[in-house]
């Protein structure tokens, strides 16, 4: 098969056997014949921006990337991670839908989905002045999705029973910062 030299995923591909391979080639190895063990599952948004093993600097195999509800069962029931983070992000595009209309070419299930958020307009989150109200419904929208993790009872008992830490972050893109939500500072 000959590969195009202008197609941005086989050049990708080409630097990743090129500069990347080489050196972990070995852990590779280890992988494909152990297997994954990861210790930490991430739930991300799919944001293209939004990258967790960059973010985290993860090599192949600590992170559990999730972008799916079947993802995040088998992660949590079958891998049995240690950690669930909730990665979400500054300027996401599902809050700004959200905040500034319906999506009307994608009402399928993109609308649906956002509906899961809905709730954190009622009531509306009050920004104090010089606070950024979209970074209040961002900071809103986590602690729900935290709370509705929280609602399934086999994230609940292994919560409970110390199995399973969950914690939550949010990147500023723009700026390249990471905060923990619980603290609000950089992490
Ligand atoms: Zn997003």
């Not at 700004?96 to 899961?116: K, N, Q, S």
């Not at 969950?166 to 950089?186: I, N, P, Y």
């Amino acid at each position: 098969m000959r590969l195009a030299p202008d197609d941005p995923l086989i050049s990708g591909y080409r630097r990743f056997r090129q500069d990347v391979w080489p050196a972990r080639a070995e852990s590779y190895a280890r992988l494909a014949k152990r297997g994954q063990k990861p210790s930490t599952a991430v739930v991300a948004c799919s944001d293209a921006r939004l990258d967790p093993q960059a973010i985290f600097d993860a090599e192949p195999g600590e992170l559990f990337v999730i972008r799916t509800v079947a993802g995040l069962e088998f992660a949590v029931r079958i891998l049995r991670v240690r950690t669930l983070v909730l990665l979400g992000h500054a300027d996401c595009d599902g809050i700004h839908a959200m905040l500034r209309g319906p999506l009307r070419h994608a009402p399928d299930f993109l609308m649906p989905w956002m509906d899961i958020a809905e709730p954190v307009m009622w009531p509306m989150p009050e920004a104090e002045p010089g606070e950024c109200f979209e970074a209040k419904v961002e900071d809103a929208v986590i602690g729900l999705s935290l709370a509705n993790l929280r609602g399934f009872p086999w994230i609940a008992s292994a919560e409970k029973s110390g199995a399973l830490r969950l914690r939550a972050f949010k990147l500023h893109l723009g700026q390249g910062v990471l905060s923990e939500c619980d603290t609000g500072r950089e992490a």
